[in-house]
C-alpha cells in the first residue's frame, strides 16, 4: 500500500500530494486518455488518504481539464498534463471553508458586542433575500454573501472585515474552490435559513459566546455540504429531482 501522507511536512495540502501523485501517473501512461480512474475508495485505500482527500485532488485535476467525472460512469481521463500543470494546485474549497470557520466564529462573537440595532435590521432583511435566492433555480449567494459581510463589518475592526472579505474574494477568484461549490448548488446544497437565524438571535441577544458557536455550527454544516456535494449519492438525488420535475412538467402540459 503506497503511503503518502506519512512523513510529509505538517504545512503540506494531502490533496495536493495525491494530485501530483496521479498526475504524475497520468504523464507517464499509467493512465492513458480515455481510461477510468480506480473508484473513489479505492484510491483513498491505495495511498491512505481520506475520500475526502481524494475527492478534493480529483476536482483540482478537474480545474485544469485533465480528468472528467461523468455523472454514474466514475472519473475519466481527457488529457495529458503539460509542464504548466506541475506547478501546484490552487486554494480547494474545503480548506477556505475551514478558515472561514475559524475567522468568522471569532467575527460572530466581537460583532455581538458591538452590532447596532440598525445592522441587525439588515441583518434580518438579508436572510428573507437568501430565502428568495434559494427558491430561485438560477439564484446567487449575493445575499449570503452579504449577511456574512455585515457580521464582520460589525465587528468594527477594519482588519477583520477584510480578511472576511478577501476568503469570500477566494470563493470566486479560486477555481478548485468555485468548481466544488459549483457542484454544491447542483446537489441543491444551499445556504440554510434557520442556520442564519440562530446566528441572528444569538447577535439580537450580544451574546458573544452563542454567536460564535451559532457561526461555527452553520460553517461547520457548509462543510458537511460541500463533501456531500461530491458523493454519488447527492448526484443521484440532484437526477432523481430533475426526473421528477420533468414528470411533473409533462403531465401539466397534457
Known sequence: MKNIGRGTRVNDRLYQDLAQKLLAEIADGVWPVGT????????????????????????????????EVRIG???????????????????????LTEARLLF????????????????IGEIEALID??????????????????????IARATRNKAIFEAVERLW????????????????RTANVKPVVEEH????????????AEARNAMRRHLGSVLEGLLFATEERAIAAARQDAAEKRARYRRAME
Not at 466514475?74 to 486554494?91: A, C, M, N, Q, R
Open 197 to 208: 437565524t440562530a446566528i441572528l438571535d444569538a447577535l439580537k441577544a450580544r451574546d458573544p
Open 36 to 67: 477510468r480512474l480506480p473508484a473513489e475508495r479505492d484510491l483513498a485505500q491505495t495511498y491512505s488518504v481520506s475520500r475526502p482527500t481524494v475527492r478534493e485532488a480529483i476536482i483540482a485535476l478537474e480545474v485544469q481539464g485533465l480528468v
Open 104 to 119: 468568522e466564529g471569532e467575527a460572530a462573537a466581537l460583532a455581538a458586542t458591538q452590532i447596532s440595532d440598525e445592522e
Open 169 to 184: 474574494q477566494l470563493r470566486y477568484k479560486s477555481p478548485e474552490a468555485a468548481l466544488l461549490h459549483a457542484k454544491a
Open 73 to 95: 460512469a466514475g472519473t475519466y481521463v481527457v488529457s495529458l498534463p503539460g509542464k504548466t500543470h506541475l506547478s501546484g494546485f490552487d486554494i480547494s474549497a474545503i480548506e
Open 129 to 150: 433575500a437568501i430565502a428568495r435566492e434559494n427558491n430561485d433555480p438560477a439564484g446567487t449567494v449575493q445575499a449570503d454573501e452579504a449577511f456574512h459581510l455585515t
